[in-house]
């Protein structure tokens, strides 16, 4: 049933079609590069996509100063499934005392070199840095938590954090 020249039809067959479609790519990349037409006929504009709306300043320190430490408890229920605020470190370091504290310093704990690279403090500041975009605050964390989006969930777990001294 397999005989050499089977193989030999099944072997042309597939060897043609990739043929047949390498050729179909050339010549669709000939006809439709755009460098090679000059330029644009038409640009289509779309309104207020030139202006960005400027970024809103957020005074962190009123807004966490507002903020409620019963309700920051229950968002950092979120955060509790790798960080501890009874001293002990979990997935991720020990959160008790974090205001104020230096950056990357609990002993023991093996921090990324994202986080082990920055210098200071955490200041409600930085903690709301962190809080808003764990990656984009640090680049390189291994932090996987994407971040919190509300401005009064953030005000309210480092209000909560403060109480945790």
């Keep these: 049933m397999f005989d050499t020249m089977f193989i030999t039809k099944v072997a042309g067959g ?4 990739w043929l047949i479609l390498l050729l179909g790519k050339w010549g669709a990349e000939e006809i439709y590069h755009a460098e090679m037409h000059g330029e644009q006929s038409y640009v289509i504009e779309v309104a207020g996509a030139e202006e960005e709306a400027p970024a809103e300043e957020v005074d962190v320190l009123a807004l966490v100063a507002a903020g409620d430490p019963g309700k920051g408890e229950g968002v950092f229920r979120k955060c509790s499934a790798c960080h501890k605020v009874d001293g002990t470190d979990g997935v991720g370091p020990h959160l008790n005392g974090v205001v104020g504290r230096q950056i990357a310093s609990v002993g023991g704990f093996g921090y990324s070199g994202a986080l082990s690279g920055i210098e200071g403090d955490w200041t409600p500041e930085n903690l709301w840095g962190f809080l808003n975009n764990p ?5 390189g964390t291994s932090m996987g938590f994407a971040g919190l989006n509300k401005a009064s969930d953030k005000a309210d777990v480092i209000a909560y954090l403060q109480t945790t001294q």
Excluded: I, Q, S, V
């Excluded at 597939?14 to 079609?17: K, M, Q, R």
């Excluded at 990656?135 to 680049?139: D, E």
């Design 14 to 17: 597939l060897f043609g079609a």
């Design 135 to 139: 990656k984009g605050w640090a680049p």
